[in-house]
């Protein structure tokens, strides 16, 4: 599985728009990008994933660049509640073996 | 249940004793997970299960970490002689249709969280 590679922290004002990056450079033809987030205190929760095209669903939306090595996670209006750990993951196998490393702390500041 | 539960969702245990901890998968789902996530920490792989094959043990830091999941459903993770280090949230999740197919969605419970002392 390709490693990710994400900024540590984020601080985002609420009501704009945040965009997390993750460099994922090492990524190979068949592994998807996903993204997960976790809330403090609870366990990790999906929101997004894509393979090449950019991606939206009701949470957010998914900005993956031609060559794939890299994308975005955007949150068009970040409310308190987006607070949390963001997680990037690039793999084709199965969840097995996949360390979700650290993440970007997304801060939303009233 | 509509989601993944985990049991208990704290636990404090002394060092030395042996502990055991419980996830109830979403029904029907063949994949399983767990993995242990320390203080600050991202989330450690540790095992896999998925339907009848033989688990992915691959992750589990020591012989004193087993896990077993009866009837393709519950599982059980088990820590022997819990030594300080172990102090940790611990993650089931599960997959449903075909763990091996990546496009879809993992479904984690909310953790137990171990503590040793």
């Known amino acids: 599985d390709a490693k990710t590679t994400q900024p540590t922290s984020m601080d985002c004002a609420e009501g704009r728009a945040a965009n997390l990056p993750c460099n994922h450079s090492?990524?190979?033809?068949?592994?998807?990008v996903y993204w997960y987030r976790q809330i403090h205190s609870q366990g990790p929760q999906y929101i997004i994933h894509?393979?090449?095209n950019n991606e939206t669903n009701e949470m957010a939306s998914l900005i993956i660049t031609e060559d794939r090595k890299s994308s975005t996670l955007i949150l068009p209006h970040a409310t308190l509640r987006d607070t949390a750990v963001y997680y990037c993951?690039?793999?084709?196998?199965?969840?097995?073996?996949?360390?979700f490393g650290t993440g970007t702390k997304l801060q939303v500041i009233p | 249940g509509a989601g993944v539960s985990q049991s208990p969702s704290n636990k404090v245990t002394e060092k030395g004793k042996d502990v055991e901890l419980r996830c109830d998968p979403i029904s029907g789902h063949t994949a399983l997970y767990w993995y242990r996530q320390s203080l600050g920490q991202g989330l450690e792989f540790l095992i896999y299960?998925?339907?009848?094959?033989?688990?992915?043990k691959s992750g589990l830091p020591s012989d004193r970490f087993s896990a077993e999941r009866t009837g393709g459903s519950v599982s059980t993770l088990t820590i022997q002689r819990t030594q300080q280090e172990d102090s940790a949230v611990y993650l089931c999740?599960?997959?449903?249709?075909?763990?091996?197919?990546?496009?879809?969605?993992?479904?984690f419970g909310q953790g137990t969280r171990l503590t040793v002392v």
């Open positions: 299960f998925q339907g009848n094959s033989a688990p992915d």
């Open positions: 999740a599960s997959v449903g249709l075909g763990g091996l197919v990546w496009n879809t969605e993992a479904f």
């Open positions: 894509g393979l090449k």
């Open positions: 993951i690039a793999s084709s196998g199965g969840y097995q073996k996949v360390t």
């Open positions: 090492t990524i190979s033809g068949n592994e998807y």
